[in-house]
């Protein structure tokens, strides 16, 4: 006998998307940071900083929008917790976009 599994609330898997997205963007551009050998300045530098940055800005603009989904259908639903999950990967989600806008502006004038 198998019992159905409950359905899962709605917007918690976006709520964990907007937890997962920035958590991504960071360890891409670490790994990115490591290929580029720290050094901006050299064409191949360049081209792996702002191929890491444009990516990683891609995923925390996709977590952002998966945390307000998951905000707003965790309140709908009255599930606290995802709506606490959903805010706290918008916070997260919002520090880290500072961070790499910050360092996009440093790098230009670097170069």
Do not use: H, K
């Amino acid at each position: 006998m198998t019992e159905n599994a409950p359905a899962p609330l709605p917007g918690r898997n976006a709520a964990r998307f907007a937890i997962l997205a920035p958590q991504a963007a960071f360890l891409l551009m670490c790994v990115f940071r490591q290929l580029s050998g720290t050094d901006t300045l050299t064409p191949s530098g360049r081209f792996w900083f702002y191929t890491a940055s444009t990516l990683a800005t891609g995923l925390i603009a996709a977590g952002a929008v998966a945390g307000v989904i998951g905000l707003v259908r965790g309140i709908r639903s009255r599930s606290w917790d995802t709506s606490i999950i959903a805010g706290l990967g918008l916070f997260v989600t919002s520090v880290l976009t500072g961070v790499i806008l910050l360092a996009l502006i440093f790098a230009r004038q670097a170069g």
